[in-house]
């Protein structure tokens, strides 16, 4: 068959990848839901690093006061696959956590948001930033460059994140930033492609 529109299946391919990551990008709901739901399996996390920080750090961060403060480094990974689908880094402040929540997340077995839906909290989320970055603008919650766990096929180097916090009552307990694998599209339409 003659492709009459020339170039149609980039272009198409071009607005669905714009179009999830508006998606995620501007969601305030439970990203990794979306992410499971988009990439057709379960997410499981792997801490990078957790330690605590001292409060001038935590200060540096959104004005916090009264820590202790743990700094969360974590990738979310495709079950099955191992895909890197995001490298994340969290500030917990745990005086604005609920105990079993601080818990689970010290046992470092579970994701935040699996956490929270595991206990059925209740909460909010605030964005406070989205966009993309270049590779040299990537940087923690304290503007440190940090060197990301997954690299990209695309032309670009520019990576999708974002940034906010989640509350438990009027209070932020942890604040995220979430680097999104600029690949997940073409990593689920090769999959179900079954190439």
């Not at 739901?37 to 379960?42: A, G």
């Not at 403060?69 to 994340?88: K, P, T």
């Not at 997954?150 to 999708?160: I, K, Y």
């Amino acid at each position: 068959m003659v492709d009459m529109y020339p170039g149609i299946e980039q272009y198409m391919l071009d607005q669905l990848h714009q179009l999830l990551f508006d998606i995620l990008l501007a969601t305030d709901g439970r990203t990794t839901d979306i992410l499971e739901t988009l990439l057709d399996e379960k997410m499981k996390v792997e801490v990078v690093r957790q330690q605590q920080i001292d409060e001038s750090a935590a200060l540096n961060v959104a004005g916090l006061s009264s820590g202790p403060y743990y700094v969360r480094e974590s990738l979310l990974i495709g079950d099955q696959s191992r895909f890197i689908v995001s490298h994340n880094i969290a500030l917990v402040c745990s005086q604005h956590v609920p105990p079993a929540m601080f818990e689970a997340l010290a046992a470092r077995q579970e994701g935040i948001g699996k956490t929270i839906g595991d206990l059925g909290l209740q909460t909010s989320r605030r964005l406070s930033d989205c966009g993309w970055r270049a590779a040299a603008e990537t940087v923690d919650l304290f503007g440190i460059p940090i060197e990301l766990r997954f690299t990209s096929s695309q032309s670009t180097d520019r990576t999708p994140y974002k940034r906010y916090a989640i509350y438990f009552g009027d209070k932020a307990g942890i604040h995220l930033l979430e680097y999104f694998n600029p690949d997940i599209v073409r990593h689920r339409l090769l999959r179900g492609s079954g190439w």
